[in-house]
């Protein structure tokens, strides 16, 4: 069973850049899609970015041109890479995983604050 542990979040200040890491117990080519969501408190959580096996990489609108997701098959991870933040980014950030199309695995969540 795969385990994914997010790490990279913590408080940056509008305008500013941070880099979240996800990585995986396994070996993420064999791992079918991988992506990033975010929870906000008291809202859903919502899709921000995702990548398949494959390479192909999809991005919810809202994020589309400021946030950028990545992988590196050397430490079997995947990252997102978050520009231009804004105060409304301030979320939980969870890495997810679906290895066979199938199961859907979560990791801890990684918290992302933006303010001045």
């Known amino acids: 069973q795969v385990q994914l542990v997010e790490s990279g979040g913590g408080l940056v200040q509008p305008g500013g850049s941070l880099r979240l890491s996800c990585a995986s117990s396994?070996?993420?080519?064999?791992?079918?899609?991988m992506g990033w969501y975010r929870q906000a408190p008291g809202s859903q959580r919502d899709l921000v970015a995702k990548?398949?096996?494959?390479?192909?990489?999809t991005y919810a609108d809202s994020f589309k041109g400021r946030f950028v997701i990545s992988r590196d098959f050397a430490t079997n991870s995947i990252y997102l890479q978050m520009n231009s933040l804004k105060v409304d980014d301030t979320a939980v950030y969870y890495c997810?995983?679906?290895?066979?199309?199938?199961?859907?695995?979560w990791g801890q969540g990684t918290q992302v604050t933006v303010s001045s």
């Open positions: 997810n995983a679906e290895p066979d199309g199938l199961h859907d695995v």
């Open positions: 396994e070996n993420i080519w064999n791992i079918w899609r």
């Open positions: 990548i398949l096996r494959n390479g192909d990489a």
